[in-house]
């Protein structure tokens, strides 16, 4: 198989290639990810000293049929990804005639290269892809329509993964950018996956509570918030051993707690330099304070880690769960279905019932005192 190699080349190619497919609703896409991309592709693709170019338009279909549906369009809110797919498409010369009716490697504007080849049946095929027809440009060289577009699915999936979900999965607006923000941002965090879970549980309710996104008055237009985000450490140590989960069991204590981490706006550099009282999302309050060594504290939760949201606020990691160990213990005793040896409960007996909550709430209080010296 012969190689041709690619030649610098053109004298305003994107100008010519919009012209050129304008009239060209099949390309209609395309065309618009080339504008977008206008002024990087220019400093790639020169013109003025006699270059010529190919391109290798992938169809509207070619577009269509490589992307997810109901997602964000990649091409739309990624440059270094549009960019680096539609070099994939271009060769720094015009083609010659004789290329297309034999079997040649081509070097693309990237530095791939792609097998060029007339098949049997006809079609000339350029990696896989079918030509569909030819559009020549007034000076520059050739377009070529193609049926397939020249993107690895990994980086089509890497592109729309480093983009907060906006949509939901049937393509409409989500009601609430926050926690999609929150959960986007921490999603590859192994220690903040309970804080996740116990949002996403609570997502429906908390949204009411904590507006932001779409479908808002216009008062709530620049709606932005703080969340002190507890790890997963900080949670484990809160909770008793042994005993079900009462962010699980109990939706007031969970709504309550995660509220408890909340601050209504996006708290400022001032706010943090020096001694503050917060008022939180539950309307109790919280104090941020600097340790003798330094670190900065929310109550007696030490701030490990700082997160820009998207667009949302800012979410700060922090080591210790803000609430009180009473709520706790008192979530917990509400809502067991289960003695301390894992016996169901007979809710026919309610001597037995209150006998069982008994026992369990001497093992919490032992257990709480046992916490307490240490």
């Given at each position: 198989?012969?190689?041709l190699?690619?030649?610098?080349?053109s004298v305003d190619?994107?100008s010519e290639?919009?012209?050129?497919?304008a009239?060209h609703?099949?390309?209609?896409y395309v065309?618009d990810y080339l504008?977008?991309?206008?002024?990087?592709?220019a400093?790639?693709l020169?013109?003025?000293n006699?270059?010529?170019y190919t391109?290798f338009?992938?169809?509207?279909?070619?577009i269509?049929?490589?992307l997810?549906q109901?997602v964000?369009?990649p091409?739309?809110?990624?440059?270094?990804f549009?960019?680096?797919?539609?070099?994939a498409h271009?060769?720094r010369?015009d083609?010659?005639?004789f290329?297309?009716?034999g079997k040649f490697?081509?070097t693309m504007a990237n530095?791939?290269?792609y097998?060029?080849?007339?098949?049997?049946d006809?079609?000339?095929?350029?990696n896989?892809?079918?030509?569909?027809?030819?559009?020549p440009?007034?000076?520059?060289?050739?377009?070529y329509v193609?049926?397939e577009?020249?993107?690895d699915?990994?980086?089509?999936?890497?592109?729309?993964g480093?983009?907060p979900p906006?949509f939901?999965?049937?393509?409409?607006p989500?009601t609430?950018?926050?926690?999609?923000e929150?959960?986007?941002a921490l999603?590859?965090?192994?220690d903040?996956t309970y804080?996740?879970?116990?949002?996403d549980?609570?997502?429906?309710?908390l949204?009411?509570?904590?507006p932001?996104?779409?479908?808002?008055?216009?008062?709530?237009?620049?709606?932005?918030?703080t969340?002190f985000?507890?790890t997963d450490?900080a949670?484990?140590?809160a909770?008793?051993q042994d005993v079900?989960?009462?962010?699980?069991?109990?939706?007031q204590?969970?709504?309550?707690?995660?509220?408890?981490?909340?601050?209504r706006?996006?708290?400022s550099?001032?706010?943090?330099r020096q001694?503050s009282?917060l008022t939180?999302?539950n309307n109790e309050?919280?104090v941020?304070?600097?340790s003798?060594?330094?670190?900065l504290l929310?109550n007696?939760?030490t701030i490990?880690?700082?997160?820009?949201l998207?667009?949302?606020?800012?979410?700060y990691?922090?080591?210790?769960l803000?609430t009180d160990?009473?709520?706790?213990?008192?979530?917990?005793?509400s809502?067991?279905?289960f003695?301390?040896?894992?016996?169901?409960?007979d809710?026919?007996?309610?001597?037995q019932?209150v006998?069982q909550?008994d026992i369990i709430?001497e093992?919490?209080?032992r257990?709480?005192?046992?916490?307490?010296k240490?």
């Open positions: 198989m012969a190689t190699s690619s030649s610098l080349g190619l994107l290639i919009q012209a050129a497919l009239g609703e099949d390309v209609s065309l504008k977008l991309s206008q002024e990087q592709l400093k790639d020169p013109s003025g006699g270059e010529t391109f338009a992938p169809n509207n279909n070619a269509i049929f490589s997810p109901d964000v369009d091409f739309i809110v990624d440059s270094q549009r960019h680096k797919v539609l070099l271009f060769v010369q083609l010659p005639d290329v297309f009716r490697m081509i530095d791939n290269k097998p060029l080849a007339l098949n049997p006809g079609v000339v095929r350029l896989g892809a079918n030509i569909l027809g030819v559009i440009l007034e000076t520059m060289g050739n377009i193609i049926d577009i020249f993107a699915q990994e980086d089509i999936y890497e592109a729309i480093n983009v906006k939901g999965p049937l393509g409409e989500l609430n950018l926050l926690f999609s929150i959960n986007f999603r590859k965090r192994p903040t804080i996740r879970e116990y949002l549980l609570s997502y429906d309710e949204g009411s509570e904590l932001s996104g779409f479908y808002l008055p216009d008062s709530h237009e620049k709606t932005s918030y969340f985000a507890p450490d949670i484990a140590t909770l008793p079900s989960n009462p962010f699980y069991d109990n939706d204590f969970r709504r309550n707690v995660l509220l408890a981490h909340f601050v706006h996006r708290l550099d001032e706010e943090f001694r009282v939180m999302a309050t919280a941020i304070t600097r003798a060594g330094g670190s929310i007696r939760a490990v880690e700082k997160i820009p998207a667009t949302t606020g800012t979410v990691l922090i080591d210790y803000m160990q009473d709520e706790i213990y008192k979530a917990i005793s809502n067991q279905t003695d301390p040896w894992g016996i169901p409960f809710n026919n007996s309610s001597e019932q006998q909550v709430a093992l919490l209080l257990e709480k005192q046992e916490k307490e240490q």
